[in-house]
């Protein structure tokens, strides 16, 4: 069975900065990509960073303040988060694809993070 655990959320003054990671644990034979969704209250889950094969995409609200990592060898990403806004508060999943023995991609997620940006 695969496990992804976030770790790294917290309360944070706007302007601060977090740092979240996500390792994938269990049975499995390799991670083909991770990323990171949020969701606000009221809102719906979003995409906010994304890493596969080295490449990686961001939402525009993220650009230039969020910077997604991975450790291949420890199975973890990660999610520098500089420069926070109140509005970057949210509940922060984990997502990977994973290849198993029975399956070349499925989806894994978190059980999410909490970020609350406040002053």
């Known amino acids: 069975q695969v496990q992804l655990v976030e770790s790294g959320g917290g309360s944070v003054q706007p302007g601060g900065s977090l740092r979240l990671s996500c390792k994938v644990s269990?049975?499995?034979?390799?991670?083909?990509?991770m990323g990171w969704y949020r969701q606000a209250p009221g809102k719906e889950r979003e995409l906010v960073a994304h890493?596969?094969?080295?490449?990686?995409n961001y939402a525009d609200s993220v650009k230039g303040r969020f910077t997604i990592s991975r450790d291949n060898a420890k199975n973890t990403a990660y999610l520098q988060m500089n420069s926070l806004k109140v509005e970057d508060t949210a509940v922060y999943y984990c997502?990977?694809?994973?290849?198993?023995?029975?399956?070349?991609?499925?989806?894994?997620w978190g059980k999410g993070t909490l970020v609350t940006v406040s002053s």
């Open positions: 997502n990977a694809i994973i290849q198993t023995a029975t399956w070349s991609g499925m989806n894994y």
């Open positions: 269990g049975r499995f034979l390799g991670v083909n990509a």
């Open positions: 890493i596969s094969s080295g490449s990686t």
